[in-house]
């Protein structure tokens, strides 16, 4: 046997043989493994996060979104040029949700900014009136306000509140919605008088604050995405320009010229991506309302 | 030159060993060391230990960057001698992928595309890029523990406020009602027996089968044992209700309001010291601009020569 096919059967087999012994260790951790499945969720959470801004239910979104490709890449095809197949591609992938999520965001920041005179009206109406907590918010979710109708509709016709708040914080998929939820759920036990020093004392100012910071956090993400904006338009101009002027052009049709045009696309998109991650933002804790209503029914069993 | 520098480095490695080893120890002094260790009168501490001693600033290398406490805070379900099996796995097969390529283009182009010696440093340098993912998600636990206290405080003084629940309790049910399980994980997992059964000297006594110890010491060590910073504050306010008698659901309110306030002077610095490092981005732009121009003028230019 010759050594140099020697030497490749050995390269192989230690190769194959660490492979197995990785696959062995990272297979037999079942934390790792329920990590890996939840690296999808994310992901998830992101396009429903979009579909709720925009007021479409998530099947429409995802159909919005697999069209949109399909036609990006019918586009590419019938132009022929592998580079317009992968730019029109990555314009339907990532360029469609990065510029309706702008809008998204928008209308999200709109429905929080109405949960304060929304929480107010509940104590108002549970201070005035003798009602409890359930009835009260019963009658604002019949006339609410319009930035919040979609996401209160559960509470209209419903038996249980628990239920429906479990639900409106489902529709909101909003981190602010979803605490008031938790809040309202944590107050149902208690009288109305409790409610409204605790709405009063804790709960008001603390979603005052918490407006504050979405709407700062909102500036400076519109900030980032404004910046994104003006590379894109700038490198847009620059290129009609080129294409239009045909000794240039004419460097483009190329194998050479495709890759540099693919090159400078990710040169781009890593730009973009840079102002996204410096883009500071600030975090929130997302509620499971669904656990908060388990671990309240735990309570009482 | 390379090979001689390579060699100076294999040499001092190999002394290092040795002196480690105890081989230029002197055999009276082995002698004197192994009966002063019999009756403990000779510091017996490991290497890290005592040094951190002598230099505060390495014992904060030190402690920052132990496997065994990253592995802990980041809950990977692996202790360290499989952190290091499954590291040295990778860096292995990083190193035969390289070098299998390496002599692929030699029977193909007659050269060698990197030097061998490159493919095993960029092999080791897979290694460093472990430990820094490691670092890197034990620093996002601390921040997704902190943030879930943090942003549930004000839940916590709901939940405290007819009395019903005490704050631990209180932390406990909010844990088991978000999404994200970094908390309660770490409330009830074996996060705490894992870092006593790793360092008995400081944490041996936060488990509770005799029930001896506070819950506002337990929270002050894990505050000191993982850097969380929230739980020191629990802990601090928890005294406080205890000694002088203060209502939970106020001082958690209190303690929510702080936060909150916190946060938004963190934004706002975080903010202006964004400012300016966004600028590199839009810098960057000349890049793809100049290489859109310039490519076809450098194409123009190579056939004219040609």
């Given amino acids: 046997m010759s050594p140099v096919l020697f030497f490749l059967q050995i390269l192989l087999l230690v190769a194959l043989g660490l492979a197995f012994l990785l696959f062995l260790i990272a297979g037999s951790d079942p934390v790792m493994r329920r990590r890996r499945l939840r690296a999808l969720e994310p992901l998830l959470d992101r396009e429903r996060y979009v579909a709720t801004g925009l007021g479409v239910e998530f099947r429409a979104w995802v159909t919005l979104r697999l069209v949109t490709i399909g036609l990006a890449l019918a586009v590419g095809f019938l132009v022929g040029t592998p580079v317009v197949v992968a730019g029109c591609l990555g314009l339907a992938v990532f360029g469609l949700p990065w510029y309706l999520s702008a809008r998204a965001a928008q209308h999200k ?84 008088e409790a409610f409204i020093e605790q709405a009063e004392r804790i709960l008001i100012p603390q979603y005052q604050q918490d407006v504050e910071i979405q709407s700062r956090n909102h500036a400076a993400l519109a900030g980032g995405r404004q910046n994104g904006l003006i590379v894109l338009l700038i490198m847009a101009l620059a290129f009609i320009l080129v294409m239009r002027i045909d000794t240039l052009r004419s460097a483009y049709t190329t194998v050479l010229g495709q890759v540099m045009l693919v090159l400078d696309g990710a040169i781009v998109i890593g730009i973009l991506w840079l102002l996204s991650a410096m883009t500071p933002r600030s975090q929130w804790v997302r509620w499971d309302v669904a656990a908060v209503v388990e671990q309240m029914r735990r309570r009482y069993s | 030159m390379a090979y001689g520098i390579l060699l100076l480095l294999v040499a001092s490695v190999l002394g290092l060993l040795m002196w480690r080893a105890g081989i230029f120890t002197p055999p009276a002094a082995v002698a004197w060391q192994r009966i002063g260790r019999h009756h403990h009168l000779i510091d017996d501490r490991p290497l890290e230990e005592r040094l951190g001693e002598r230099m505060p ?59 061998p010696l490159l493919c095993l440093l960029i092999a080791g340098g897979f290694a460093i890029l472990q430990f820094l993912a490691l670092q890197r998600e034990a620093r996002h636990r601390q921040e997704a523990v902190n943030r879930s206290i943090a942003q549930a405080l004000t839940e916590m003084a709901i939940l405290t406020y007819g009395g019903g629940y005490t704050v631990a309790s209180a932390l406990e049910f909010v844990a088991r009602c978000q999404r994200d399980r970094s908390l309660l994980s770490f409330l009830t997992g074996d996060t705490w027996q894992r870092v006593a059964a790793q360092d008995q000297t400081s944490l041996l006594l936060t488990l509770r089968p005799n029930q ?89 230019l190579l056939a004219s020569f040609k």
């Fill in chain 1, 109 to 192: 920041l709109d429905m929080d900014r109405a949960l304060v005179p929304f929480m107010i009206n509940v104590t108002n109406l549970l201070s005035q009136g003798q009602q409890t907590l359930d009835h009260a918010l019963r009658e604002l979710a019949h006339n609410p306000d319009r930035r919040l109708a979609h996401a209160l509709e559960p509470l209209r016709n419903t038996d249980s509140v628990s239920g429906a708040l479990v639900q409106v914080a489902r529709r909101g998929q909003s981190p602010m919605l979803e605490r008031i939820c938790v809040d309202l759920l944590l107050s149902m036990d208690q009288t109305p």
């Fill in chain 2, 212 to 300: 001896m110890l506070s819950t506002v010491t337990i929270y002050e060590r894990i505050a000191r044992e993982y850097d969380l910073e929230m739980f020191a504050e629990l802990a601090v306010n928890m005294r406080r209700i205890a000694e002088k008698g203060l209502v939970p659901s106020d001082v958690l309110t209190s303690l929510s309001a702080s936060n909150g306030q916190k946060r938004l002077a963190e934004m706002q610095v975080k903010a202006e010291q964004a400012r300016p490092r966004l600028a590199l981005p839009i810098g960057m732009m000349v890049l793809p601009l100049l290489s859109l121009i310039v490519f076809p003028i450098g194409l123009a």
């Fill in chain 2, 57 to 115: 600033f390495l014992a904060g290398f030190f402690r920052q960057s132990s496997i065994p406490r990253l592995l802990t805070i980041a809950n990977r379900g692996e202790d360290m001698n499989t952190w290091l099996v499954k590291v040295s796995v990778l860096t292995l097969l990083v190193a035969v992928l390289l070098l299998a390529v390496d002599f692929a283009s030699s029977l193909l182009l007659h050269v060698l595309i990197l030097p």
